[in-house]
């Protein structure tokens, strides 16, 4: 979270910093490519943070490193005070796709990340939280379905589960809701945003939606094109919980245009 954010929020002047990256950049000498330059974030724990611009700009470079998948080319990436150097237990992820395996019942794909780290036993004890986890997203009766009896919104709903069964530190998401219809996607919208309050989740999301930024961030950080950096942080001080009619607000539609105009001016001058 910003300083301006942490300044209107006071609940968030005391917030644990939970992820912080220092003077990020990253180089692709092979093709000659300058993805991130100098990119500085702090996530306070249970905020919520988006970062929007145009395609190519490096946001989804920024994701990979954040969760351990690229290393930087400069710079530090810490999380719970432990340098990020691969893929690590405490952070989830979830991707564009469910990517559910369509041989494995829901329980059986919530239960996965489990299984892969510490073995079947492990994947079977943790069956109870697995099923707390569906509970909580609306899952109930299809612990024993298989994803092609999931429609998109439920099958996203039970990789949400898939990510949150390992107790992540902070949640990466990477345009989860963006092959989905725009009413399905307005709901889980605020199926998100509920989880995360009741798990008081750190999560930042990269998405192409100023809309979808706007309605579910404390705080959106607006990206330059490449080398990608942060042009601006547009603090969002709309009341929580956030609902879907806050979007028809003058206020709601003020802050979408200011966000708007950085993306519009091209070269971000």
């Known amino acids: 979270m910003s300083n301006a954010a942490q300044k209107n929020d006071p609940a968030a002047q005391h917030a644990r910093p939970v992820y912080v990256l220092r003077g990020v950049n990253k180089f692709y000498a092979r093709r000659g490519v300058h993805a ?7 996530l306070a724990e249970g905020s919520f943070s988006s970062v929007i611009g145009a395609s190519g700009c490096g946001k989804s ?21 432990r340098p990020v150097m691969g893929p690590r237990d405490d952070i989830g992820m979830m991707f564009q796709q469910a990517t559910l395996f369509p041989w494995r019942t829901v329980l ?6 489990i299984e892969i780290r510490d ?46 069964v390992s107790e992540p530190s902070v949640l990466l998401l990477d345009e989860p ?4 219809d ?14 995360c309050r009741e798990r008081n989740a750190t999560a930042f999301l990269v998405t192409h939606s100023i809309q979808e ?11 330059s094109p490449r080398p ?38 091209g070269a971000f001058t």
């Open 119 to 164: 073995g079947k036993k492990a994947a079977q004890a943790a069956h109870g939280r697995a099923r707390d986890l569906l509970s909580m997203a609306g899952l109930n009766g299809f612990e024993q379905a298989y994803p092609n009896e999931l429609s998109g919104g439920m099958a996203q709903r039970a990789a949400i589960c898939r990510m949150l």
């Open 177 to 180: 809701f963006s092959a989905l």
């Open 213 to 223: 930024a706007v309605i579910l961030s404390d705080v959106v950080y607006v990206m």
């Open 228 to 265: 990608g950096r942060f042009v601006e942080e547009v603090v969002i001080d709309l009341p929580r919980p956030r609902t879907l009619e806050m979007m028809t607000t003058p206020q709601f539609g003020a802050l979408v245009d200011r966000i708007r105009s950085h993306l519009d001016e």
């Open 108 to 113: 059986e794909n919530i239960v996965l990340p």
């Open 36 to 42: 991130l330059d100098d990119v500085n974030l702090t």
């Open 182 to 195: 725009e009413l399905t996607r307005d709901f889980m919208n605020m199926e998100l945003q509920r989880i």
């Open 61 to 81: 470079t920024l994701l990979k490193i954040m969760a351990g998948l690229t290393p930087p080319s400069s710079g530090s990436v810490m999380l719970e005070g």
